[in-house]
């Protein structure tokens, strides 16, 4: 019987680590602090989301995995609120070379963003 249980038990788990390892996209504490910008809504929030956004972004590029959709795009979103147009541009060119189907909301994003400036 236990031979059974521990054959059924290593089949379980050599199915869940293959799952993980063919995952190509790196999260982070993204849920954590994205829920802490909208319990808690304030600077202390809205900093500690973009510093985990840009640590994505680095992770993703060390572990040579793509960054996750809508990282690049809040990033532009976060440089737009802080006047950095040009910088606010460049992640949004990153959302949409990474995921172009994206593109015509970005491109709106961004001319929206503008005309409110």
Known sequence: MRVVFSIILLVFLSGCVKKVSQSNLY???YSST???VK???GEASNLAHEK???SIVETSTEMNLRVP???YAELGLFAMERGDTALAQSYFG???D???AGATLMQKTLKNKLSES
Do not use: D
Request: without cysteine; glycine residues 10%; hydrophobic residues 30%.
């Open 27 to 29: 999260w982070g504490n």
């Open 34 to 36: 994205l829920y802490m």
């Open 39 to 41: 319990k808690e809504p």
């Open 52 to 54: 985990e956004l840009q």
């Open 69 to 71: 959709p809508g990282i």
């Open 94 to 96: 990153l959302e949409q």
């Open 98 to 100: 990474t995921y172009p």
